[in-house]
């Protein structure tokens, strides 16, 4: 079993050579690895030593790790000797924070350093592989650049007239800032696609077919899913966020339950199948006007469901059904009016246990981190919006380049360009000591 120290900053040679006996890392020492003594005060324990020079190191400092016997007395009698000699204690997360303020790192990194130490299970790991990889950084990298060339030809527009050859047209301008758009709205699905497994709970539409689900999807999370009177028009999985305050949940909608598909139908009845085992809680859907709720037998037993009775404004709708064990819930709404919606809202918020004191249960660092990247992105969007809307209405150049300098200053804030201290520390002080 072996114990390691790490010691980062500009004085870890002089420290370290002061403990080692035998052995010492020359002043401008490559990366390498010694082996040597080192003098605890008390006696001697055998070490290796790994030494990486600034800047090519995790922190951009000079560091050295000191891999040492790992008896806990031992490594209690290193730790003091090294404090001794003019080390300090780490912080919890300081050398991910160093290496994020010298800029080895961006801030989306760093969240995925801390993610990846906390995983507990597979979605997470991989979740935070995600954001470590660089992922959210590339996109959000790229929208900046586009940002501040938008703003670059609006601002060089302004030296010239209509009729001059420098002079660039609003409807130039404002294509450029429809394609900064989409690829804003592809940025948030990928962050989604990257959290759902672990950072939002998962609510699953499902029930007969012409139920209605599709029309209540759209409604809910302005979708475009296809709607027809025809039972089974939807075969595939479509996903998005429903902002259910005081967190956005990952509504799904899926094919509609059939006992008998076959082919095509068959197979996306399987993956339906396997998304509802998956769910943190099912809206059990039924078209009101069509008699009485079906049998329950084909409700898992393991998934919390709150039944819908939807399309309540058409004139054969029956009444409401009585909760049962089940059931424990249900809810009459109308997706082609939007009524009951809120009523809806608050029972999910109730199977999902978050209408008591304190927020959502169970709360999770993803669902921290989607919530900020979230809020960031779509401030990008919210400024962009009206960036546009200026422009529309005739603004002058430079108030419109001011507004979309907004959507900048956002992204500026997930990777960590402008983001104010108070966060940094709520962020940094998650981690364990020693990362």
């Known amino acids: 079993m072996r114990g390691v120290l790490r010691i980062s900053g500009p004085r870890a040679r002089e420290i370290v050579n002061a403990a080692l006996l035998g052995t010492v890392v ?28 600034g800047p090519r190191s995790y922190t951009r400092e000079d560091v050295c790790e000191l891999h040492l016997p790992g ?20 912080m919890p997360g300081e050398f991910t924070r160093r290496a994020f303020l010298n800029g080895r790192i961006d801030l989306t990194r760093a969240e995925g350093v801390l993610e990846l130490v906390l995983a507990t299970n597979e979605d997470e790991r991989r979740a935070a592989a995600g954001l470590l990889s660089g992922g959210l950084d590339r996109r959000t990298a790229s929208l900046r650049d586009e940002l501040e060339a938008a703003r670059a030809l609006m601002e060089a527009s302004l030296d010239f007239d209509e009729a001059d050859t420098g002079h660039v047209p609003r409807e130039e301008l404002d294509a450029s800032m429809a394609r900064i758009e989409e690829h804003l709205a592809e940025a948030l699905s990928w962050e989604t696609a990257r959290q759902a497994p672990s950072a939002l709970p998962m609510v699953v539409l499902f029930g007969p077919p012409n139920a209605g689900k599709s029309s209540l999807f759209n409604r809910l999370c302005g979708g475009s899913a296809l709607v027809s009177d025809l039972a089974g028009t939807t075969r595939d999985v479509l996903t998005a966020l429903w902002p259910v305050a005081p967190a956005p949940v990952l509504l799904v909608d899926g094919p509609g339950l059939d006992r008998v598909a076959t082919g095509p139908d068959a197979r996306a009845q399987e993956l339906a199948a396997i998304g509802r085992r998956s769910a943190d809680l099912l809206l059990w859907v039924h078209d009101a006007s069509a008699g009485a709720a079906p049998a329950e037998d084909t409700l898992p037993r393991d998934v919390p469901v709150v039944g819908v009775w939807n399309q309540v404004d058409r004139p054969r709708a029956g009444p409401q059904p009585a909760p ?5 819930e249900w809810v009459s709404v109308s997706a082609r009016e939007g009524s009951g919606l809120g009523s809806l809202a608050e029972a999910v918020r109730r199977a999902l246990g978050w209408s008591r004191p304190g927020g959502p249960s169970g709360s999770s660092l993803g669902r921290d981190l989607f919530l900020r990247h979230r809020g960031a992105l779509e401030e990008a969007r919210r400024s962009l919006l009206q960036a546009r809307a200026e422009l529309g209405q005739g603004a002058s150049l430079d108030l419109v380049a001011e507004t979309l300098r907004g959507a900048t200053l956002a992204l500026d804030v997930i990777g960590g360009r402008t983001t104010p201290e108070d966060l940094l520390d709520r962020i940094f002080a998650r981690f364990c000591l020693g990362k």
Do not use: N
């Open 26 to 53: 020359e002043p401008g020492a490559e990366r390498r690895v010694l082996t040597g003594r080192f003098g605890d005060g008390v006696g001697s324990q055998p070490a290796l030593v790994l030494w990486m020079p």
């Open 71 to 90: 008896s806990p007395p031992l490594l209690a009698r290193a730790y003091e000797r090294l404090l001794e000699l003019g080390a300090r204690a780490a």
């Open 324 to 328: 049962s064990s089940a059931v424990a």
